[in-house]
Nanobody
Framework: QVQLVESGGALVQAGGSLRLACTVSGGSFIRQPATLAMGWFRQAPGKEREFVAAISWNGGRTYYMDSVKGRFTISRDNAKNTGYLEMNSLSPEDTAVYYC????????????????????WGQGTQVTVSS
């Protein structure tokens, strides 16, 4: 069974940067014939989990929520079974628990953005941005 483990969450000042990592264990990001798209979501206290970014299995396609465009970059290294979320110009509004997720699909351009489209989830990593 594939497991996802996030890391890199921390307390950072506004304007700072963090890089989150999501490592796959017990499997691979690439499983033929199906492949795994990867996404990042976040959940702030008292709020619903929201989509942040997604990347197709070969990294050729990405998709972001509007509020993080130009500040966050999603990427992946399939050889290392690891995905990343580079976050710059952080603001207190970015404070949340960040989750990575994987979605199996035969569509190489698949970049799902809804929670129900993902089958596997990590436990989350806390990102706190102080003002």
């Amino acid at each position: 069974q594939v497991q996802l483990v996030e890391s890199g969450g921390a307390l950072v000042q506004a304007g700072g940067s963090l890089r989150l990592a999501c490592t796959v264990s017990g499997g691979s990001f690439i499983r033929q014939p199906a492949t795994l798209a990867m996404g990042w979501f976040r959940q702030a206290p008292g709020k619903e989990r929201e989509f942040v970014a997604a990347i197709s299995w070969n990294g050729g396609r990405t998709y972001y929520m509007d509020s993080v465009k130009g500040r966050f970059t999603i990427s992946r290294d399939n050889a290392k079974n690891t995905g990343y979320l580079e976050m710059n110009s952080l603001s207190p509004e970015d404070t949340a628990v960040y989750y990575c997720a994987a979605s199996e699909s035969s569509n190489v351009n698949y970049v799902p953005s809804r929670t129900y489209e993902y089958e596997e989830w990590g436990q989350g990593t806390q990102v706190t941005v102080s003002s």
